[in-house]
């Protein structure tokens, strides 16, 4: 027996030996963190429309451009608190064609991160104007615009939020005002606060701890999953 | 060269010319056409991917150029990402794969109408699957899994068959010894089948952070599993094929293709690294990641030591100095890669347009640069056409400058993008001092692009000589070999 002329052996080393690797850095961790990741004392689960807006997020692919995750580094204390399991408990599947959680924590920050936006920016106006073109509202800012988001209206009709887009970037005519994707996506956004922790809560002394000790690899645990 | 043309003459040598390949000897039509559709279908996709990526390159000089829902930036990413790994990367790797694996099992494939089978689902899927990402419609965000899951079930029915077809005839071959170019093809592929199950399978994903988990695991998996592994088979073919001598030591090989199992397979944590994932999946990702460098220096230096001494025969050749530049890439970038993985340095890089120019430089200057060596080496030798040198050659240089500036913008610009969140000033003024990398950026993938226009044109002019009417006497030539 020997790889080099028996193929099965060779391609059922090459197979199960992926497999049983697989499951011990990735399959079976994934399944002892989601057991463990239980919600926040003060967190809220996502309403309907919340829900909603995050499926605007994924579906825009805003996760290309920002992060929701706050590393225990000083340069993310602007961001909030470090980011722990918990945080992500209500982040769950959108739905048959996705009964994955989605992948919110992103990877790369060509914009901010947005762990704490709801708190950042808690105007609904900010927020939408933002939205219908950033460069209104920040002027340097390379972040696409979404104007299919908004509806261009004769006049506003009852109860509706108007957009007050400043002139360069209002339409020639009517008023602008979300639509339903739109009011979805800024509700999810403005839902976006982290919960405070607890004193004494053990993910809270969990989190410090590796923020103390997390750039030189010595905390024993990130934000708390043990 | 015997005949020059209206270019390439000897009065004006524009360019020195190139070694031609050997005579044609095979006379199998059907083999020739269908390594072919994969390679053209390849070529396709890497014109249309990189077309997308050079167009969302613009979009950070000029936000506002449209308000296309479907031609967002968000959307089009991920089409750009995808095109160019399940469209490009993965056929063209597979086209060579198709050529490399009957060749040293010395025997027919096992089934040419599954493969056309495989090729078939594979385009399809990918289709579908950009078209619904345009749409707004994706698996949750996930980097290189957006294609929802019956469109990835579409896709990896197409490489579970061809797994199928390569692993039988492997298995029937004509000689006792399987090749080391056919581990690393069938470990790509029993490695990348269960990668595939494992990320689409939802039971351990039903929230954001255990889905992060996986998705670690997964996007590492997929580069260095299925590209890394299939790219690295193919060489070990064409370079001893093309060098004419033995490959420098095939223990070596055999070495650095079970680190590449053992070692690869745990470092996906550390495209989080300070994420609230389990903190002892990253520091195992680190060591590995570290361990890698023995992996790296047991294939590229496998690979150096068979050139050492054939710079005549490189440079003599039109396909060689690909495959000299992809292995180069390949032992800098991965390195550079073990060097990213280091906590002090994830400090700084993380998050920022350096990983952007990681990605680059190993599946463009590693991955795409060796494909493109092998299918100039190997083409010729089935269809019976050679591409013509002079654009070989502006296609080298035109993808190589690219790169250069594409990589040097981004790593440079990326890392005083993490300096600048470490100081402290405002998030926007790291993207305002990004704007001139970003223009750099776009310049490098302009010439990028264009080196593919000329490789998609090559790749035409290495059609199979059947094809074309008025080419007669290359068939006689085919026949007359064959018999
Ligand atoms: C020794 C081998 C390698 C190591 C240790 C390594 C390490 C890393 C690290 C640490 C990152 C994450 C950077 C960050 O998010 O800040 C990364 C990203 C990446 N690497 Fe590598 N790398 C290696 C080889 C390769 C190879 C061979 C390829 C391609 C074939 C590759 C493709 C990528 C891609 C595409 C990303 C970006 C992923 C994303 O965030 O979307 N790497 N690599
Ligand atoms: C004309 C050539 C190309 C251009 C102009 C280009 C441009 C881009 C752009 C603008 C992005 C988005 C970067 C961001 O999010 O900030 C990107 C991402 C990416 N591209 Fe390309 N690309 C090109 C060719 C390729 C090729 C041939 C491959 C692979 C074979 C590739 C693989 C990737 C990957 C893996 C990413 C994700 C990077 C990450 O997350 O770190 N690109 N590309």
């Known amino acids: 027996m020997s790889f080099h002329k028996d193929h099965w052996l060779l391609f059922s080393v090459t197979c199960f030996g992926f497999v049983g690797l697989s499951l011990i850095i990735g399959i079976l961790p994934a399944k002892w963190v989601q057991d463990n990741a239980v919600p926040l004392p003060g967190m809220q689960p996502l309403t309907a429309l919340e829900k909603q807006g995050l499926g605007v997020y994924v579906g825009e692919g805003c996760v290309a451009c920002h992060t929701q995750q706050v590393r225990p580094l000083e340069m993310d204390a602007a961001f909030g608190r470090p980011s722990v399991p918990g945080d992500y408990a209500y982040v769950t599947p959108l739905g048959p064609w996705a009964p994955y959680a989605p992948a919110v924590l992103g990877s790369q920050r060509t914009g901010p991160d947005l762990t704490n936006a709801g708190r950042r920016q ?39 939020t108007v957009v007050p887009v400043p002139a360069p970037y209002a339409p020639a005519e009517g008023v602008v005002v979300p639509n339903e994707r739109g009011e979805a996506l800024v509700a999810y956004l403005l839902s976006l606060k982290q919960a405070p922790l607890e004193a004494g809560d053990e993910h809270a002394t969990a989190a410090g701890g590796s923020a103390a000790n997390g750039a030189d690899g010595l905390g024993a645990h990130a934000g708390g999953t043990r | 060269m015997a005949h020059g043309t209206p270019v390439l003459s000897l009065k004006r040598p524009l360019t020195v010319s190139k070694a031609r390949v050997e005579p044609v000897a095979d006379s ?15 070529a396709t996709w890497l014109v249309f ?71 078939g689902l594979i385009d399809l899927a990918v289709v579908v699957g950009d078209v619904l990402l345009m749409a707004g419609i994706n698996n949750g965000g996930q980097e290189y899994r957006e294609f929802v899951w019956p469109v990835q079930a579409v896709f990896a029915a197409g490489v579970v068959l061809l797994a199928y077809n390569l692993a039988r005839t492997i298995a029937g071959r004509g000689i006792e010894e399987i090749y080391i170019s056919n581990w690393y093809i069938m470990g790509g592929f029993l490695w990348t089948i269960p990668l595939v199950v494992f990320a689409y399978l939802p039971f351990y994903q039903q929230n954001a952070i255990a889905e992060t988990v996986v998705q670690g695991y997964y996007m590492h998996m997929g580069v260095g599993m299925w590209f890394t592994p299939i790219a690295l088979g193919l060489t070990y073919y064409s370079l001893p094929k093309l060098l004419n001598k033995p490959i420098y030591s095939y223990s070596l090989g055999v070495l650095a293709f079970w680190t590449q199992m053992l070692f690869y397979t745990m470092i996906g944590a550390h495209h989080f690294i300070f994420a609230p994932t389990p903190w002892w999946i990253q520091t195992v990702a680190v060591i590995f990641s570290v361990g890698m460098v023995i992996t790296l220096a047991a294939g590229t230096g496998n ?161 199979p000589a059947a094809v074309a009417a008025g080419e007669a006497r290359a068939d006689v030539a085919l026949e007359e070999a064959a018999a």
């Open chain 1, 122 to 160: 808690p105007s609904e106006v900010w927020q939408y104007l933002h939205l219908y073109d950033p460069r209104a509202v920040v002027p340097d800012s390379v972040m696409p615009a979404y104007p299919w988001l908004f509806d261009v209206v004769a006049s506003a009709p009852e109860g509706a």
């Open chain 2, 303 to 463: 690979f150096l030591l068979t050139m050492r001494g054939s710079g005549r025969a490189i440079a003599r050749s039109y396909s060689l100095p690909f495959i000299l530049a992809g292995t180069v890439s390949y032992f800098l970038f991965s390195a550079q890669g073990s060097l990213e993985a280091l906590r002090s340095l994830q400090g700084v890089w993380h998050f920022t347009n350096y990983t952007v120019g990681h990605s680059h430089l190993t599946m463009y200057g590693f991955v795409t640069l060796l494909v493109w060596g092998s299918l100039y080496g190997l083409l010729p030798r089935l269809t019976g056409r050679e591409p013509p040198q002079l654009w070989v050659g502006v296609h080298f240089w035109f993808a190589v400058v690219g790169l250069a500036l594409y990589g040097g913008a981004l790593s440079v610009g990326g890392t005083l993008q993490g300096l600048s969140w470490m100081s402290g000033v405002p998030f926007i003024e790291s993207v305002k001092q990004m704007a001139s990398f970003w223009l750099w950026r776009a310049v490098g993938g302009t010439l990028m692009f264009l080196s593919h226009l000329v490789f998609a044109y090559n790749v035409w002019r290495m059609r």
């Open chain 2, 49 to 119: 991917g990189t077309l997308v990526g050079l167009y969302i390159s613009f979009k950070f000089a000029a936000p506002d150029i449209e308000h296309v829902p479907w031609l967002s930036y968000g959307r089009l990413r991920p089409v750009h990402t995808n095109s160019v790994f399940w469209g490009w990367g993965t056929l063209a790797l597979l086209a060579g794969a198709l050529y490399v694996v009957p060749r040293t099992s010395h025997r027919r494939l096992h089934s040419y109408g599954l493969a056309w089978v495989s090729l």
């Open chain 2, 28 to 42: 199998d039509r059907a083999w020739a056409r269908l390594v072919y559709a994969y390679a053209a279908s390849a």
